[in-house]
C-alpha cells in the first residue's frame, strides 16, 4: 500500500492543538449569553467563570441523565421514555445553573430561558450586521425592505 498513511499519522500535534483551542474559544462564545442571563437574574453576583462552568456542566449533565433515564425509563414504560428523559434530563442542566449560580429553581430556569433569548437576539444582530457587511452577498442574510 504505496502512499497510505496511517490514521494515527494524519491527526498531528498542530491538528489537537487546533481542535483544543477552538473548543476552547466556543466555549467562551457560549458562555456569553449564560453570563448576560445569570448577570441579569442574579442582579450582577454572577461571575465569568460560573457561567463556564455551568456551560460545560450543563451539557454533560443532559447528557448522562438522557442516557441513564431513557435506559431505565424505557424498562418501566415503554415508548414514553424518551419524553420523560429528555424532560428529566433538562432539569439536570437546570440544576446545573441552580449549583453554578447558588439560586433556587425559578431563578435557574429563568437563566436558562433568557440565556436562549439573549443568543437568539445576539445571533440576530450578527445576522444584520452580517447582512450589511457582505452588502446582500448571502441571500439567506438579505433581508426585504420594508
Do not use: C, E, N
Not at 502512499?3 to 491538528?15: D, E, F, S
Not at 455551568?54 to 448522562?64: C, D, E, K, S
Not at 435506559?71 to 439536570?92: C, N, S
Not at 441571500?139 to 420594508?146: A, G, R, T, W
Amino acid at each position: 500500500m504505496i502512499g497510505m498513511v496511517p490514521v494515527q499519522q494524519t491527526l498531528g500535534l498542530t491538528a489537537i492543538l487546533t481542535l483544543i483551542i477552538a473548543l476552547v474559544i466556543v466555549w467562551i462564545i457560549v458562555s456569553i449569553p449564560v453570563w448576560l442571563a445569570a448577570k441579569a437574574v442574579t442582579k450582577g453576583k454572577a461571575s465569568f467563570g460560573q457561567a463556564m462552568g455551568a456551560t460545560v456542566l450543563g451539557p454533560i449533565i443532559f447528557v448522562i441523565v438522557l442516557v441513564v433515564a431513557a435506559v431505565f425509563l424505557d424498562i418501566l414504560v415503554g415508548a414514553m421514555a424518551y419524553v420523560l428523559a429528555l424532560i428529566l434530563a433538562l432539569l439536570g442542566w437546570v440544576w446545573a445553573y441552580k449549583a453554578s449560580f447558588h439560586t433556587g429553581w425559578l431563578a435557574a430556569f429563568g437563566i436558562a430561558i433568557l440565556a436562549v433569548v439573549i443568543t437568539f437576539v445576539l445571533l440576530f444582530i450578527i445576522d444584520i450586521l452580517l447582512a450589511g457587511a457582505l452588502g446582500g452577498l448571502i441571500p439567506s442574510l438579505s433581508y426585504p425592505s420594508i
